[in-house]
């Protein structure tokens, strides 16, 4: 069993800054690959980031490239995803997730083990 827990979500105006953070606990061993979706009402969940253990591979999605940064902290069981300059598009619930897979992988059907979520709101 691996447990994830998602924080840091919240409300922020358009150009402002998150940081959000996920915690893994359980069966560590097996969360090689982690990532970042999201999900808005109406619409299925995409893909926003992920991240290999070593932090080496680090693809993101095109709407987030150049204002996202993902990274990890196994010392903590930890990945983090900075989110800059937000737009109201990115308005979402925020899963983080994990994967005993070695790529991190853009498709969610890879991960087996997810978190509740996280609120993230951008206003206008």
């Known amino acids: 069993q691996v447990q994830l827990v998602e924080s840091g979500g919240g409300l922020v105006q358009a150009g402002g800054s998150l940081r959000l953070s996920c915690a893994a606990s359980?069966?560590?061993?097996?969360?090689?690959?982690m990532g970042w979706f999201r999900q808005a009402p109406g619409k299925e969940r995409e893909f926003v980031a992920s991240?290999?253990?070593?932090?080496?591979?680090?693809p993101y999605a095109n709407s987030v490239k150049g204002r996202f940064t993902i990274s990890r902290d196994n010392a903590k069981n930890t990945v983090f995803l900075q989110m800059n300059s937000l737009k109201p598009e990115d308005t979402g619930v925020y899963y983080c997730?994990?994967?005993?897979?070695?790529?991190?992988?853009?498709?969610?059907?890879?991960?087996?083990?997810w978190g509740q979520g996280t609120q993230v709101t951008v206003s206008s």
């Open positions: 997730a994990a994967s005993f897979r070695h790529i991190a992988s853009m498709l969610a059907d890879e991960y087996g083990y």
């Open positions: 359980g069966r560590t061993l097996r969360t090689n690959a």
């Open positions: 991240i290999t253990w070593d932090g080496r591979g680090t």
